[in-house]
T-cell receptor, first 112, second 114 residues
Framework: QKEVEQDPGPLSVPEGAIVSLNCTYSNSAFQYFMWYRQYSRKGPELLMYTYSSGNKEDGRFTAQVDKSSKYISLFIRDSQPSDSATYLC????????????FGGGTRVLVKP | NAGVTQTPKFQVLKTGQSMTLQCAQDMNHNSMYWYRQDPGMGLRLIYYSASEGTTDKGEVPNGYNVSRLNKREFSLRLESAAPSQTSVYFC?????????????FGDGTRLSIL
């Protein structure tokens, strides 16, 4: 079993819809939770990171962490075609250094 | 505003050939990382260097070696390439190797081994 599970998609939504992405993780020791966005043939870029349960908002993006359920989510409001990309969740344990463990990524397609 | 630069962008090798992938960062970061990305597998850490002069194995180090040449450069070497090493390789850097410092990625090297 992978340490971080993520539905590979693709997830297709109409422009303006809310995109909902999820990951589950198995190790309760994970402390930091991140979302990366990766466009085709590009490297991942950090979108959001958080270390506590609850919500964190940044513009159209909201990251949600539920440590009791080992579940992390990313919501994208008012989705745009430019949001079409692969979204990767990542987790880390602070004591283990800055080594990220990634989910497999979810492909998102926002149709105009 | 280069960030993390990887060379080459594409490469095709034959089984058994050797190759070095180059990575350089201009952000004065202390820590650097090499990942491979395979379909459905996300990114998996091959090797990392928490600071200049140190290197450590990650999740999938077999078949690879690394060199932290200086603070800016971190290279990945395949001594005897195998088809299982066909992948997209990403280099990343962060300010430090502790805690939750954001990692900045290059745009990858696409490597095919025949």
């Amino acid at each position: 079993q992978k340490e971080v599970e993520q539905d590979p998609g693709p997830l297709s939504v109409p422009e303006g819809a809310i995109v909902s992405l999820n990951c589950t993780y198995s190790n309760s020791a994970f402390q930091y939770f991140m979302w990366y966005r990766q466009y085709s043939r590009k490297g991942p870029e950090l979108l959001m990171y958080t270390y506590s349960s609850g919500n964190k908002e940044d513009g159209r993006f909201t990251a949600q962490v539920d440590k009791s359920s080992k579940y992390i989510s990313l919501f994208i409001r008012d989705s745009q075609p430019s949001d079409s990309a692969t979204y990767l969740c990542a987790v880390l344990i602070k004591a283990a250094g800055n080594k990220l463990t990634f989910g497999g990524g979810t492909r998102v397609l926002v149709k105009p | 505003n280069a960030g993390v630069t990887q060379t080459p962008k594409f490469q095709v090798l034959k089984t058994g050939q050797s190759m070095t992938l180059q990575c350089a960062q201009d952000m004065n970061h202390n820590s650097m990382y090499w990942y491979r990305q395979d379909p459905g597998m996300g990114l998996r850490l091959i090797y990392y260097s928490a600071s200049e002069g140190t290197t450590d194995k990650g999740e999938v180090p077999n078949g690879y070696n690394v060199s932290r040449l200086n603070k800016r450069e971190f290279s990945l070497r395949l001594e005897s390439a195998a088809p299982s090493q066909t992948s997209v390789y990403f280099c990343a850097s962060s300010y430090s190797g502790t805690g939750n410092q954001p990692q900045h990625f290059g745009d990858g090297t696409r490597l095919s081994i025949l």
